[in-house]
């Protein structure tokens, strides 16, 4: 029998190793922005959709097939471990999660038990098991990092102006931090299920840790993160830390134990590379209006891309956000055809100045 070629580009990537060719993969790559999705998706919560594994493998299985990403990411949510203690969240078709009576006493604290994954996420379990047999690309485990999440569910539901929480973290900072170790055991017991069941990499996501200055976030954020990577390093996979609008943040995102640093759109992956010394790996950052603009911008913003990141050591070409349900599917699948060829070029072109000095 001839074994089964597995491309792990992703993980070596990720921890940080140059690749000959230049991985990639799109942030929500599964979803709306995809046919295929939309006439299996139904009309009903996206949670019961994750509860049904069949169905959440294959919507996952959807952008591998048509685009020949070098992985796949677990569908789900970042509010799904919250949902299965019996939070009671909710996530409404274009607004993103809805919480009825958000967190904002002591008393609140009862709602958020621990999380028993093989009993109240036995389908994430089942859902990474029934990819992780069928994929010859490593299979991408996440989980809400605690501030997101708490912003969620202090907030009640998507905010501009996050008052809520800064107000908690400023005037009750003692039951702020009681919710970040709650929300912290979440994050740990999820993603422990996901890489045990499988999946060979995951990412931590902290989509509005911009909203706050360093010091604050230095302070009251990053030591849960800290937590989270750490209690997962006996696991021994690599691991991928993002935000959106953290450009001001990247030193202290950088120090967490992440291996990879996902980046945004607003700042250039060389200056990324230069605030964190090489000491991890980049993700990104292709803004992703791009694609909603046209192929010819997108490619030529894409070559942008690929040429700012050839300091890199370790790189992973995605966008610096996820995709936007407009998008053009022939779009994103140009992009990926033009990374692992220009990808390589400039990789070999790196590779041959740095011999000649
Ligand atoms: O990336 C992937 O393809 C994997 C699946 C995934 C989803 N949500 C599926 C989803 C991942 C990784 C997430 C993470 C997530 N969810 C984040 C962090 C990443 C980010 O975007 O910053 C956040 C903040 C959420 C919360 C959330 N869930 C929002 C803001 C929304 C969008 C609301 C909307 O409908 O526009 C969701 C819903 C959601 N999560 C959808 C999908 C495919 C669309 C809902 C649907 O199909 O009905």
């Not at 209690?231 to 450009?247: C, D, E, M, Q």
């Not at 996902?262 to 010394?277: E, M």
Request: charged letters at 20%.
């Amino acid at each position: 029998m001839i074994p089964i070629q597995k491309n792990n580009l992703v993980l070596e990537a990720a921890k940080n190793q140059s690749t000959d060719t230049v991985p990639v993969w799109f942030m929500r790559q599964a979803g709306r922005s995809l046919p295929e999705y939309r006439a299996i998706r139904g009309s009903g919560s996206i949670l019961d959709t994750i509860q049904n594994p069949d169905l959440s493998a294959e919507i996952s299985l959807q952008p591998l097939r048509r685009y020949g990403v070098d992985a796949v990411i677990l569908y789900s949510d970042i509010v799904v471990p919250a949902y299965a203690v019996g939070f009671g969240i909710e996530v409404v078709p274009g607004r993103g999660p809805v919480v009825s009576q958000p967190f904002r006493s002591e008393n609140d604290l009862k709602r958020l038990r621990q999380l028993e994954p093989e009993a109240d996420t036995e389908y994430v379990v089942k859902t990474v098991q029934l990819l992780t047999k069928e994929i010859d690309v490593p299979l991408i485990g996440f989980a809400g990092a605690p501030f997101t999440v708490a912003s969620y569910l202090i907030e009640g539901g998507p905010s501009k102006s996050y008052v809520y929480t800064k107000s908690m973290m400023r005037s009750n900072p003692k039951l702020f931090h009681q919710l970040m170790e709650k929300l912290s055991h979440l994050a740990i017991s999820s993603l422990s299920s996901q890489i045990e069941a499988g999946a060979s990499i995951y990412q931590l996501f902290d989509s509005w840790a911009g909203v706050l200055s360093p010091r604050e976030y230095g302070a009251m954020v990053a030591p849960y993160s800290k937590a989270i990577f750490e209690a997962l390093r006996k696991y021994n996979v690599p691991s991928i830390h993002f935000g959106v609008g953290t450009s001001n943040l990247l030193e202290i995102m950088a120090d967490s134990g992440c291996s990879t640093l996902g980046i945004d759109d607003r700042i250039g992956l060389d200056q990324a590379y230069a605030r964190t010394n090489g000491k991890v790996g980049l993700q990104g950052n292709l803004d992703p209006v791009n694609i909603l603009i046209g192929t010819d911008t997108t490619i030529a913003e894409s070559a942008r891309v690929l040429e700012e990141s050839a300091v890199c050591d370790g790189y992973i070409f995605n966008l610096g956000h996820g995709v936007l349900p407009e998008s053009n599917p022939d779009t994103l699948a140009a992009v990926v055809d033009f990374v692992h060829q220009y990808g390589t070029d400039i990789r070999r072109q790196a590779r041959n100045r740095a011999q000649d000095k």
